[in-house]
């Protein structure tokens, strides 16, 4: 029973060292957005609240090593810290990162990328990332219903220009045939046959 409980107690702290292991064995890059409601490039606070709200999707982050090759990517969406607005690289390898935002929703006030120096055992690296909702989005246009008149009428005259055409053809085929291979003229030898009658 104590063999069991030895055994046990092993494997606890054999877990426990390796998650401190696994801790200390590289860092943290780490990207946190908020709406920059004043593009000021700064989360302003009001009265001891947020006055500008941390985002919660509409980002990703691409995480370069340092020849630029993009080794991690991330959604704000899909980021277990989404609702503090933060996506994190964790247990990095030590050595230097690039974030670089990107977002069809918002465009950045701060510098939309940023590089640090990672190292194991210290605090994450942080990047402070304002973003303002783009104004003028494209705008999907739907069809009324005189749109689809028109495009209505528009593919019926371009079908009877089809026929209009496709008779005109057939006619021409015609006459060149007649032309070409209509009646053969009668052709005079000059010769004329003459017969008797017998008797």
Same mark, same amino acid.
């Given at each position: #029973?104590?063999?069991?409980?030895?055994?046990?107690?092993?494997?606890? /702290?054999?877990?426990? +060292?390796?998650?401190?292991?696994?801790?200390?064995?590289?860092?943290?890059?780490?990207?946190?957005?908020?709406?920059?409601?004043?593009?000021?490039?700064?989360?302003? #606070?009001?009265?001891?609240?947020?006055?500008? %709200? /941390?985002?919660?999707?509409?980002?990703? !982050?691409? /995480?370069?090593?340092?020849?630029?090759?993009?080794? !991690?990517?991330? /959604?704000?969406?899909?980021?277990?810290?989404?609702?503090?607005?933060?996506?994190?690289?964790?247990? =990095?390898?030590?050595?230097?990162? +690039? &974030?670089?935002?990107?977002?069809?929703?918002?465009?950045?006030?701060?510098?939309?990328?940023? +590089?640090?120096?990672?190292?194991?055992?210290?605090?994450?690296?942080?990047?402070?990332?304002?973003?303002?909702?783009?104004?003028?989005? %494209?705008?999907? %246009?739907? =069809?009324?219903?005189?749109?689809?008149?028109?495009?209505?009428?528009?593919?019926? &005259? !371009?079908? !009877?220009?089809?026929?209009?055409?496709?008779?005109?053809?057939?006619?021409?085929?015609?006459?060149?045939?007649?032309?070409?291979?209509?009646?053969? %003229?009668?052709?005079? +030898?000059?010769?004329?046959?003459?017969?008797?009658?017998?008797?």
């Amino acid at each position: #029973m104590r063999t069991f409980f030895r055994i046990g107690v092993l494997l606890t /702290l054999l877990s426990i +060292t390796g998650v401190i292991w696994a801790q200390q064995a590289g860092g943290d890059f780490c990207v946190r957005a908020f709406e920059d409601r004043n593009a000021n490039s700064v989360r302003d #606070m009001g009265d001891g609240q947020a006055f500008e %709200p /941390l985002l919660k999707a509409g980002i990703g !982050a691409d /995480l370069l090593n340092e020849t630029g090759v993009i080794v !991690a990517s991330a /959604l704000l969406a899909d980021s277990p810290t989404a609702d503090q607005g933060v996506i994190c690289f964790q247990f =990095l390898p030590e050595g230097q990162y +690039t &974030i670089q935002i990107t977002s069809a929703e918002y465009r950045p006030t701060t510098p939309d990328a940023m +590089t640090a120096t990672i190292r194991a055992g210290e605090l994450p690296a942080v990047m402070e990332l304002g973003v303002q909702t783009l104004v003028g989005l %494209p705008v999907v %246009p739907t =069809l009324t219903t005189t749109d689809q008149t028109s495009q209505l009428e528009r593919v019926l &005259i !371009a079908a !009877a220009g089809a026929v209009v055409i496709a008779l005109v053809m057939q006619v021409l085929g015609l006459m060149i045939y007649l032309i070409r291979f209509g009646r053969k %003229p009668k052709v005079d +030898t000059g010769v004329t046959a003459t017969f008797k009658r017998p008797n």
